[in-house]
C-alpha cells in the first residue's frame, strides 16, 4: 500500500512538472512574441524620417541679369538672398546652380535651355528660378525712346513665343519643380515717358502671367508694385538694376511662396 502511494505521488509530482514546464515554455514564447512583434513600425518610422531628412533640396536660376544679381553690392542678387532664406527654414542640404546670363533675352534662353548640361541641371531641380524679357522689352533702354505699336506687338509675340518653347521644355525635362517667374518692374517710371512705359510693362506682365497660368506649377511673381513708389530706392547707380534693397524685396517675394 505504501508503494502504490509512493507511486501514484511519483507519477502527480511528474505530471506536475510538466505542466509547470509547458505553462514556462508557452510564457517564453508569448513574452518572446510581444518583444519582437512590438518594435515592428518603429524602424520603419525612424528610417522613413531620416531617407527625408538626409534628402537636398536643388535650385536652378536661369535668365537674364537680374538672376546673375547685376546692381546688388553683396553680390547675392534676389537669388543669394532667397537661398539665405531657405537655408534658414530647412534642415535639408540646399545646392544651388546659377545659370543666368547677363544680357540675355528670350531668345537667348530658349537655345539654352535646349542645352544637354543645362537640361541635366534642370531635371534635379526641385525650385527654378526665372527671369527673362527685360532685354527684349527695353534694348539697352531703346525700348522707352520706341512706343510704336506695331514695334512693340512684333517684340512681345517673338517673346512670348519663345516663353511657350522655354516652359514646354522645361516641363518636358521635369514635370515637377516649382517654377517661379519673376515678373518686371519699371526703372522708368519717373522718365518723362514713364506712364506710357508702365502701361506697356502691366500688359507685357498680364500676358506673361497668363502664358505661366497654361503650364503646372508655374507661378508668375509680381514685382512692378515693389518698386512703383520709391523706385530709386531700390535702383542701383545705373537706374536700370536693382540694388541690395531692390533684390531683397524680390527675394521676400518669391519666400513667401514657398511651401515647406
Same mark, same amino acid.
Given at each position: 500500500?505504501?508503494?502504490?502511494?509512493?507511486?501514484i505521488?511519483?507519477?502527480?509530482?511528474?505530471?506536475?512538472?510538466?505542466?509547470?514546464?509547458?505553462?514556462?515554455?508557452?510564457l517564453?514564447?508569448s513574452? $518572446?512574441?510581444?518583444?519582437?512583434?512590438?518594435?515592428?513600425?518603429?524602424?520603419? =518610422? %525612424?528610417v522613413? *524620417? &531620416?531617407?527625408? #531628412?538626409?534628402?537636398?533640396?536643388?535650385?536652378?536660376a536661369l535668365?537674364?541679369?537680374?538672376?546673375?544679381?547685376?546692381?546688388?553690392?553683396?553680390?547675392?542678387?534676389y537669388?543669394?538672398?532667397?537661398?539665405?532664406?531657405?537655408?534658414?527654414?530647412?534642415?535639408?542640404?540646399?545646392?544651388?546652380?546659377?545659370?543666368?546670363?547677363?544680357g540675355?533675352?528670350?531668345?537667348?534662353?530658349?537655345?539654352?535651355?535646349?542645352?544637354?548640361?543645362?537640361?541635366?541641371?534642370?531635371?534635379?531641380?526641385?525650385?527654378?528660378?526665372?527671369?527673362?524679357?527685360?532685354?527684349?522689352?527695353?534694348? $539697352?533702354?531703346?525700348?522707352?525712346?520706341?512706343?510704336?505699336?506695331?514695334?512693340? =506687338? %512684333?517684340?512681345? *509675340? &517673338?517673346?512670348? #513665343?519663345?516663353?511657350?518653347?522655354?516652359?514646354g521644355?522645361?516641363?518636358?525635362?521635369?514635370?515637377?519643380?516649382?517654377?517661379?517667374?519673376?515678373?518686371?518692374?519699371?526703372?522708368?517710371?519717373?522718365?518723362?515717358?514713364?506712364?506710357?512705359?508702365?502701361k506697356?510693362i502691366?500688359?507685357?506682365?498680364?500676358?506673361?502671367?497668363?502664358?505661366?497660368?497654361?503650364?503646372?506649377?508655374?507661378?508668375f511673381?509680381?514685382?512692378?508694385?515693389?518698386?512703383?513708389?520709391?523706385?530709386?530706392?531700390?535702383?542701383?547707380?545705373?537706374k536700370?538694376?536693382?540694388?541690395?534693397?531692390?533684390?531683397?524685396?524680390?527675394a521676400?517675394?518669391?519666400?513667401?511662396?514657398?511651401?515647406?
Open positions: 500500500m505504501i508503494g502504490l502511494n509512493k507511486n505521488i511519483r507519477s502527480i509530482t511528474l505530471i506536475s512538472i510538466l505542466f509547470c514546464l509547458l505553462w514556462l515554455v508557452g517564453g514564447w513574452v $518572446g512574441e510581444y518583444y519582437a512583434g512590438k518594435p515592428e513600425k518603429v524602424p520603419i =518610422a %525612424t522613413a *524620417k &531620416k531617407a527625408k #531628412n538626409s534628402k537636398g533640396l536643388t535650385i536652378v535668365g537674364d541679369s537680374l538672376t546673375r544679381g547685376t546692381g546688388d553690392e553683396t553680390g547675392k542678387g537669388v543669394g538672398d532667397l537661398l539665405d532664406e531657405i537655408k534658414g527654414k530647412t534642415k535639408r542640404p540646399v545646392q544651388l546652380t546659377n545659370l543666368g546670363i547677363n540675355q533675352q528670350s531668345d537667348g534662353l530658349r537655345k539654352q535651355v535646349k542645352q544637354t548640361e543645362v537640361q541635366r541641371q534642370i531635371q534635379k531641380a526641385d525650385i527654378i528660378l526665372l527671369t527673362i524679357g527685360g532685354n527684349d522689352l527695353f534694348r $539697352g533702354g531703346q525700348g522707352i525712346m520706341d512706343f510704336q505699336a506695331g514695334s512693340l =506687338a %512684333t517684340i512681345e *509675340k &517673338k517673346y512670348l #513665343n519663345n516663353l511657350k518653347y522655354i516652359f521644355q522645361i516641363r518636358k525635362v521635369n514635370s515637377t519643380a516649382n517654377v517661379f517667374f519673376i515678373g518686371l518692374y519699371n526703372p522708368f517710371i519717373e522718365f518723362d515717358q514713364g506712364k506710357e512705359m508702365s506697356v502691366r500688359h507685357w506682365n498680364y500676358d506673361s502671367a497668363e502664358i505661366s497660368a497654361a503650364y503646372p506649377k508655374i507661378i511673381v509680381p514685382t512692378f508694385d515693389l518698386f512703383e513708389l520709391k523706385v530709386n530706392d531700390y535702383l542701383y547707380s545705373d536700370f538694376h536693382p540694388n541690395t534693397k531692390g533684390y531683397r524685396l524680390i521676400e517675394r518669391v519666400a513667401a511662396l514657398l511651401t515647406w
